[in-house]
């Protein structure tokens, strides 16, 4: 078994089961599955996301298998991202409570506390006017430079997201966001992968994502080529040499992406 606990739930916890604690929170509920649950509560006046995941069993997991899928078997791949990333000086959310019981990984249950980021606006919901109110170009470029180094960041220390869109991208508008004072976070870490490198093919997968949920947004390619610097932290000149296949396949995957997307919207 593990166990790790942070204030306020190192105290409010001390000498309870923390699996039959946690079950017990209640609040807003966001996503409730057969084997997750996700929801929003309450402690001391501060805001936490709690998310209990049980056993998918053996019939899931190797559905996910033979699918080529990488099963999310409990809370252990989020926190391990999300140590991953403080470590990379990649902003993300803070756990303040994770544990993982039971050596079946087909009956596991584990459960993550972070601290909520509030108050916060994701860069769809920001972004979602940019088409007939186009933001400032300063705060524009500051924005796409923040979400380029963030990205790179992360694929340069091993994790690859699979869920790499700008909904998952939080903005902090604890202040007034302007192009010299600006602070994003990265969120939804439960299916992200850690390896000590990131394999080309998950990096691209990634990549389209991104470029998939910034396609209604008004971007120019200019816009799209101080990304790709911003990324690879390369001159354009050699980026565009050295990466015109992945420029290609980014395009072509993209527009499939985008074509699903409007043959059935939100079932995508």
Not at 23 to 39: M, P
Not at 222 to 227: A, E, I, P
Request: proline share 5%.
């Amino acid at each position: 078994m593990k166990l790790i606990l942070a204030e306020p739930f190192k105290s409010l916890w001390a000498g309870r089961d923390a699996f039959a604690e946690v079950e017990r929170l209640q609040g807003k509920v966001y996503r409730e599955l057969e084997a997750r649950r996700t929801l929003r509560t309450e402690v001391a006046g501060r805001g936490y996301f709690v998310k209990i995941h049980h056993g998918i069993g053996w019939r899931e997991i190797f559905k996910n298998l033979l699918t080529a899928k990488r099963p999310v078997l409990g809370a252990g791949q989020e926190w391990q991202a999300i140590q991953c990333l403080h470590k990379a000086g990649v902003p993300t959310m803070t756990a303040v409570a994770y544990g993982e019981r039971g050596g079946n990984p087909a009956g596991q249950d584990s459960f993550i506390v972070t601290e909520e980021l509030a108050p916060t606006i994701s860069l769809e919901d920001f972004t979602l006017q940019w088409p007939e109110q186009p933001p400032e170009p300063r705060l524009k470029r500051a924005l796409i430079a923040e979400v380029a180094r963030m990205t790179g960041g992360m694929h340069r220390a091993g994790l690859n997201h699979r869920d790499c869109y700008i909904a998952h991208f939080l903005l902090h508008t604890d202040k007034p966001v302007t192009a010299d004072d600006l602070k994003l976070s990265v969120i939804d870490l439960h299916r992200a992968q850690v390896r000590p490198s990131v394999p080309r093919r998950w990096r691209n997968k990634d990549l389209a994502g991104l470029y998939f949920s910034v396609l209604d947004i008004g971007l120019t390619q200019r816009d799209k080529l101080r990304f790709l610097r911003d990324y690879f932290r390369q001159p354009l000149r050699q980026i565009l040499r050295d990466e015109a296949s992945l420029l290609a396949w980014l395009e072509r995957k993209s527009g499939k992406l985008y074509e699903r997307k409007q043959r059935y919207g939100d079932a995508l």
